[in-house]
């Protein structure tokens, strides 16, 4: 029995060349609503889900997302980024602001994808409505340049101390530590660095 994820593939790529059924897996799962509820931390069964449900959050998008473009033969990373759910630039409701006030720091979950020499950043996160409330909603894309990234990320410690230019340049890997545990220095294993963003 075909799964559902092959199933949306062949349905969104039919008769497609390989940068346009990039542009239509992006645009579909883009369109997908957004649901911090619905979220599974593991991508063998999240792209399933998130299609059975018909809603996810970031992770299970880009979980789909990597596991279609790697149909298309693409090279693709999981790109980890830091950052606050209490962005200024984003208009919630008085209450909903309280909470976000409260919440600490959170890892939102994108794409990167190799496209000749490059990598570059893919962001599905934000379905349309969401640009009305400041979110940075990536409607159109060419199938080549860098996406805005669907959050603000820190200016982390990995940033300034790992990557001190912003080029299109290779992957480096770093060990990185556990700067919340200064005095262990526990080491936190082989990750991949580029632009501030941890990269499994």
Same mark, same amino acid.
């Given at each position: ?16 060349? $390989?940068?346009? &059924? ?15 509820? #619905? ?16 809603? /996810?959050?970031? /992770? &299970? ?14 090279? #693709?990373?999981?790109? $980890?980024?830091? @950052? ?9 409701? &008085? ?15 994108a794409?990167? #994808?190799?496209? /000749? ?7 599905? $996160?934000?379905?349309?409505? @969401?640009?009305?409330?400041? @979110? ?17 990320? @820190?200016n982390?410690?990995?940033? $300034?101390?790992l ?8 992957f480096? #890997? +770093?060990?990185?530590l556990?700067?919340?545990?200064? +005095?262990?220095?526990?080491?936190? /294993?082989?990750? +991949? ?8």
């Open positions: 029995m075909i799964s559902l994820v092959d199933a949306r593939f062949a349905e969104w790529t039919s008769g497609l060349d $390989t940068r346009e &059924s990039m542009i239509s897996i992006f645009s579909h799962i883009r369109d997908i609503p957004y649901s911090f509820i #619905v979220s599974n931390p593991d991508p063998k069964t999240s792209p399933e889900q998130l299609l059975q449900a018909g809603k /996810g959050s970031c /992770g &299970s998008k880009h979980h789909l997302l990597a596991e279609m473009y790697r149909k298309l033969n693409l090279c #693709v990373v999981f790109a $980890t980024i830091a @950052f606050s759910w209490n962005d200024p630039d984003l208009l919630y409701p &008085s209450e909903l602001r309280k909470q976000a006030v409260r919440l600490p720091a959170a890892y939102h979950l794409c990167r #994808v190799q496209i /000749g020499c490059q990598w570059i950043l893919v962001d599905a $996160t934000w379905d349309l409505p @969401f640009g009305r409330a400041g @979110f940075p909603v990536n409607e159109r894309w060419d199938g080549y340049s860098e996406m805005r990234c669907g959050v603000k990320p @820190f982390s410690l990995v940033k $300034t101390a990557c001190p230019n912003l080029k299109n340049e290779p480096k #890997v +770093k060990k990185i556990d700067f919340a545990k200064p +005095k262990a220095r526990r080491t936190i /294993g082989i990750v +991949k660095i580029r632009h501030g963003i941890i990269v499994k």
